[in-house]
């Protein structure tokens, strides 16, 4: 029989989706973006099996993934690894939290990417884009969240040509999704996205992802 393809959702509470953390398979990928790609492809490729696993957080910044790497993606051993990461950083730096005292988003995912390489060489790559909206708690000071966000987008883009990854830009379809429906409409406090805006996330991934040569087949 052909080995199952895993594909392997990181991140933090926006691909947490307030997953269980137990064998409930209908509960276990959460309720976003994770499980709408799930139910799609493993429709599609029902005769396959694929294995969809979601090892999102809430509250996680990208040095958290790596603190929790070996358990929650090397020992996976994932054939595709979808990681969106950026706004817990922005977050707490933002916030002036001690945990935002020195700004790590570059430097920890770099790290994180290049074990990911040593140690998984043939697992494909996927980086997502982190976005927000002027809405909730970047509306407070826009200009400053956009701006450092900006910088976290770019080298979100960055890292994945260093490393081979496809990039599923974000932010621009949130934007242009505003143009339909006011901004809380997509994503409620500016950062975590509502149902529509799970959909808008999911849309985007297939389509970039499926036409790539990382598609799932």
């Not at 276990?28 to 973006?33: N, P």
């Amino acid at each position: 029989m052909e080995k199952r393809q895993v594909i392997l959702f990181q991140g933090d509470s926006i691909t947490d989706g307030n997953r269980a953390r137990n064998d409930d398979p209908n509960h276990i990928l959460g309720h976003g973006y994770p499980y709408m790609i799930a139910g799609q492809l493993g429709y599609e490729f029902a005769g396959k099996m694929p294995l969809f696993i979601n090892r999102g957080i809430s509250g996680d910044r990208v040095s958290d993934l790596y603190a929790r790497w070996n358990e929650d993606c090397i020992s996976l051993r994932p054939d595709l690894l979808s990681i969106l990461i950026g706004v817990n950083d922005l977050w707490r730096t933002m916030k002036g939290e001690p945990s935002g005292v020195t700004d790590r988003f570059e430097r920890a995912y770099r790290h994180l990417l290049e074990e990911t390489r040593e140690v998984l060489p043939d697992t494909k790559l996927v980086l997502c884009e982190p976005f927000i909206l002027n809405v909730g708690a970047p509306a407070e000071d826009w200009n400053a969240w956009k701006r450092r966000m900006d910088a976290y987008q770019a080298t979100t883009r960055k890292l994945a040509e260093e490393f081979g990854a496809v990039f599923v830009p974000l932010q621009k379809a949130f934007d242009e999704a505003c143009e339909r429906a006011g901004a809380d409409y997509w994503i409620w406090d500016g950062v975590h996205p509502t149902t529509v805006g799970h959909e808008l996330i999911a849309r985007e991934w297939l389509s970039v992802v499926q036409n790539s040569p990382l598609a799932i087949r």
